[in-house]
DNA sequence: GTCTATACGATGATAGAC
DNA sequence: GTCTATCATCGTATAGAC
């Protein structure tokens, strides 16, 4: 199964994307990087810069939701459901570093109505990772701590991982994982 | 004390870069945000956009080393530095929002040699705040963790708090301080 | 210190030949 | 499916009148 030359494109511009920032990326650039010569021939191929944008933006969000109802699915411990999304972050960020990377961080040049269909999948996605958190603490398994402040410390630092973790790193993902549940889950135990 | 015009222009800079990134904030929009017809005399004022970047990234990197300069040379233990970097970031970020956020989130946009120096300074930060890690592990206060992963699971936690704690929360900056705390010191605690 | 006028390059995107 | 040619628009920045 060889890649379409619409993936290819899609690819080249995400990578863009990643290095230079979507507005800094230009169609002239993504064109030569995929070995044409005018801008103009990619559009056999997107609608338009923005729609790369969107469907990385919307794929990944799907992503991380499909991610955290199998996790409300199982009948885990709140400790176990909050590794279980340590881990589901990790895994999406070392598998596919580009696409999670602009997700995270170029989302908010999407226009209207991506742009809240996008916010409102993100703040989903938050609320359901908080009640996890707020399950924890009623248990007693967490800490009393405030679920919010805990959320985005916890969150924050798993969702920047691809910012300094990247591949050939002399860490291998197990170790990082390991480590990261000491750091960001033993601080939040009872 | 009234602010000059020069500092209003900067701030106006400053608080569209934050809220559209640099490349996205017009000359056009911050002339009009500071009620001037015309972009063209903004240049009465600063020598370029680059220029409010520049100030803004350097400013904030001399900022953070001499904050780390600081506690260096204090006698505390390992424990007792982490807390009082963790303090350094928070006290930062919720006192100076906006260039904070500038500083954390744009500074790939500085042209050479500005980024180089950019680079290196915030390269300097990171190692410093390794060691200090390193010395608590060594010394059987922390667990025995990868440093790196420590250094960049707690950086990025509190170097993206602007991204989520703004002005107007029901969480006060002390309550915010306490829970970040429990949260990143006691899971590295031995 | 602000304005008008303007230079000049880069941008995303379209129409149509081949 | 890629090319040439072209477009309208917007970007930062400068020169010079007032």
Not at 3 to 17: D, N
Not at 117 to 130: A, G, Q
Not at 167 to 180: A, H, K, T
Request: aromatic share 8%; net charge neutral.
């Amino acid at each position: 199964m060889s890649k379409t030359k619409k993936q290819l494109v899609f690819e080249a511009a995400a990578e863009l994307f990643m290095e230079k920032g979507y507005l800094a990326a230009s169609m002239r650039e993504i064109a030569k990087k995929v070995g044409l010569e005018q801008a103009s021939s990619l559009y056999n191929h997107l609608k338009s810069k923005e729609e790369v944008l969107i469907k990385i933006c919307l794929e990944n969000a799907e992503r991380f939701i499909n991610g955290i109802a199998a996790v409300e699915q199982t009948s885990s411990t709140p400790i176990e459901k909050l590794k279980a999304l340590i881990h589901l972050h990790i895994s999406i960020a070392t598998e596919d570093r580009t696409s999670v990377t602009v997700f995270n961080d170029e989302w908010r040049h999407l226009s209207e109505p991506h742009l809240n269909d996008f916010l409102t999948k993100r703040k989903d996605y938050e609320n359901r990772f908080k009640k996890i958190i707020e399950s924890g603490i009623a248990s007693g398994d967490f800490k009393a701590v405030d679920p919010t402040i805990a959320l985005y410390t916890i969150l924050t630092s798993i969702r920047w991982i691809h910012y300094w973790y990247k591949p050939g790193r002399s860490q291998s993902v197990v170790d990082l994982e390991r480590d990261v549940f000491v750091l960001l889950v033993e601080g939040l135990k009872n």
